[in-house]
Every structure is written in structure tokens, then in C-alpha cells.
């Protein structure tokens, strides 16, 4: 299950990124990684850009934090 924050929610709405996207780079990933104070970080590449999905594991759930638009360049 997933289980989105109210900033997570705000941010995502003022992104213009979809709980769809969100549930895409779930299933398929193109990364993964530890973020800031352990919380886990994935990545998937869209049109558009790459999405930063920042979460933590709960039991059986996914709290998402924040979702973000990551730049395609690595500089």
C-alpha cells in the first residue's frame, strides 16, 4: 500500500506529477538509494525528466515524503 504525506500531496500537485508516475517507479525503478537520514530513494526517468520519489517502509506500506524532478543531466 502506499500512503502519501499532505506535503507529499503539495508537492506533487504544484509538479505536476501523478500518482501514476509515482506507482510506476515502484514497479519498475531505474535506481535506487539512501537518502537523507536513511530514508529510501527511488528514481524513474519519464518524458519529461527523472522523478525523485522519497519515502520510508512501514510494514507493508510506503510513506512517500516528497516526489521531484530530478534534471536529466549529471552536472
Known sequence: MIYYTKHAKERMLFRG???IMVKNAFLKPDEIGTGYEGKSLIFKKFKNGVIKVVFINKKS???IISVIWKSL???
Open 17 to 19: 506529477i501523478t500518482e
Open 61 to 63: 506500506s510506503k510513506v
Open 73 to 75: 543531466n549529471k552536472n
